[in-house]
């Protein structure tokens, strides 16, 4: 699987696999061939991915190879113990949270889910969370601050589920009251974008004191597709859309929404998903040993002041 | 009989030659009911025949509430500034000027200090005419500044809202405003000052799934739509027609997300009753 403006880069790297298959089959030193291809692909990528639109960044973050958040647990933590259900009515499998040890920390890590096949696509719903999903979430939140352990939020979600069921659960109330406790959550929080932030549906598990995307993921308060059907009244603006929606990590970074942006190894994060998890990794051990240093009622302070200064008006 | 009798089938007048009566003096309910704008204005914009809740805005609800229709306005001329120069078809300053040339208001809400029976209130209002309602950094601002007021006099606050949801044209900063006003409200629960969501038709999207879902007291007016999704949305994701009265005051008090449904006639009692016996 592979998006339009990749396929140059794969194209070369074929022939690579070829003339490395050719040297080994025939005995030939075909070294200097290779290394002129290795380094025209990663020119050739270089010189791609530094001219990336906002739509192919959009198609980045929702590449069906990037790691989805039970990918980054997996190669950034050990002992990782999932906690289920939401203690009302369900298990929201869109939704995943649990302890983990990050360096020989106890972690609490939660995250949208999404699917790599069909049948795994339907199991996880897409990385769209119902109410319970949000509940879930607030519960394992209450848990690590009860027994005092950092809390990060891994978000990738194209939005909170749509469906009849999701309302009469309270989808609304859901992210409301998550959105409303986390500001005053007194462990440290960090929420980064890993993939998708659609909306509520990211915010939802998106309030904390440090909050970063990694590279080529977007975080807004629509999806492109839904902006262009709703203000150009036709699916087909979604380049227009995400250009005027800005809702790219450098944007964000720009617009202050953001702490930081996370880089992700050339090319995206799944080409090299152990690299893109190691340099993940590398941030929230440093952010969160940087905000343990910070008393539980400052952090607070400071949470609500960031949230509270956001936006831009005239007096 | 014979002159009742049609001679030509069907209407044949197209819609846009269709006579309308003068706007502004009658009104209909989509039951049928027509009332004349003075006996509604008399009656809280409630049709006396069948109940129905004809869409006011901010001037309306302060008319109805505010002891003699008295009160101090907050942040009057706070106004949006674009932030992302943002452009569809139509530019939003585009927009931003045309809705306040045509409604009159600077953006979609309005705050207040005044009294309801004598005792002291906040209000903030959203106007549905102003850009369906939309929440962008205006609408957090000032219900930010309110709760600030709020907390500063320990005066109670009612936010009615009527809105779709959060400002498309103001992209990732409308959606930060659900943050803003849900840490304002953490304020205001530590301080323990009562607040009052009433939620009208719509309440959708960023606004449901923030403040307005955040209320001590979640209330609405009968037969409003409230909910996450649009409806639209919900149809078109799962490919069936939804139930009736779906997403309905009604329905969500029967899901347990609304402490009651309340009659606009009876809102400034009930509010003032209310409020009262958490002073007592």
């Given amino acids: ?250 944007d964000l970074l720009k617009q202050k929404i953001i702490d930081g942006i996370i880089k992700e190894p050339l090319g995206g994060a799944h080409n090299d998903p152990n690299k893109a998890a190691k340099m993940l990794k590398k941030k929230i051990v440093e952010e969160l040993v940087a905000l343990e240093k910070i008393s539980p009622e400052k952090r607070i302070n400071e949470r609500i002041n960031k949230f509270s200064s956001m936006g831009v008006t005239n007096d | 009989m014979n002159w009742f009798k049609r001679n030509i089938k069907n209407i044949k007048t197209p819609t846009s030659k269709k006579k309308e009566a003068p706007d502004g003096m009658w009104h209909k309910t989509p039951k049928g009911s027509i009332i004349h704008i003075r006996e509604l204005k008399n009656n809280s914009y409630v049709s006396p025949e069948d109940d129905f809740h004809f869409r006011i805005g901010s001037k309306e609800y302060f008319e109805i509430l505010f002891d003699n229709n008295f009160y101090k306005e907050l942040d009057e001329n706070l106004s949006s500034s674009d932030p992302l120069n943002f452009k569809d078809r139509k530019s939003y300053k585009n927009r931003l000027s045309s809705s306040k040339k045509s409604t009159g208001l600077n953006d979609a809400i309005r705050t207040g200090v005044g009294k309801i029976n004598g005792l002291s209130i906040i209000i903030c209002c959203m106007d549905f005419s102003f850009i369906g309602g939309s929440m962008g950094s205006v609408v957090g601002e000032k219900i930010s500044r309110a709760i600030d007021y709020s907390i500063k006099n320990k005066f109670p606050i009612l936010i009615i809202s009527k809105s779709g949801g959060a400002r498309m044209m103001e992209s990732t900063f409308s959606l930060m405003q659900m943050a803003k006003t849900s840490a304002k409200i953490s304020l205001l629960s530590k301080e323990k000052i009562p607040y009052i969501s009433l939620m009208t038709d719509p309440t959708t999207g960023g606004v449901s799934a923030s403040f307005a879902m955040l209320g001590d007291f979640n209330i609405a007016e009968p037969n409003s739509l409230i909910g996450f999704a649009g409806p639209r949305v919900i149809k078109e994701t799962i490919g069936s027609n939804l139930p009736k009265g779906f997403q309905k005051s009604e329905f969500l008090l029967d899901n347990g997300f609304l402490d009651f449904i309340v009659d606009r006639r009876n809102l400034k009692n009930k509010i003032y009753k209310l409020l009262r016996l958490l002073k007592d």
């Fill in chain 1, 1 to 250: 699987m592979s998006l339009d403006f990749e396929k140059p880069i794969l194209k070369l790297e074929e022939k690579l696999t070829q003339i490395k298959e050719l040297a080994s089959k025939s005995g030939k030193n075909l070294d200097e061939e290779a290394l002129s291809i290795e380094k025209k692909i990663n020119d050739l990528k270089k010189d791609i991915f530094s001219k990336l639109t906002r739509w192919q960044k959009v198609q980045l973050s929702r590449h069906p190879n990037r790691p989805y958040f039970l990918d980054y647990i997996y190669k950034m933590t050990d002992e990782f113990i999932e906690i289920h259900g939401d203690r009302f009515s369900k298990d929201d499998k869109a939704m995943v949270g649990g302890f983990a040890k990050v360096d020989g920390k106890a972690v609490m890590f939660i995250g949208h889910q999404k699917g790599r096949n069909t049948k795994e696509r339907q199991f996880r719903n897409f990385g769209m969370a119902n109410p319970e999903g949000y509940r879930k979430a607030l519960r394992l939140m209450k848990m690590a601050e009860k027994f005092n352990k950092p809390i990060v939020c891994l978000i990738d979600t194209p939005g909170a589920y749509p469906g009849i069921e999701a309302e009469e659960r309270g989808q609304a109330e859901a992210i409301a009251r998550n959105i409303k406790e986390m500001t005053t959550l007194k462990v440290p929080v960090i929420c980064i974008i890993i993939g998708e932030g659609a909306s509520g549906g990211a915010l939802g598990i998106g309030v904390g004191d440090k909050i970063f995307m990694m590279e080529f993921t977007w975080y807004s308060v629509i999806s492109p597709e839904s902006c262009s059907s709703i203000l150009w009244r036709s699916w087909d603006y979604k380049e227009k859309a995400a250009d005027a929606l800005k809702l790219t990590s450098k």
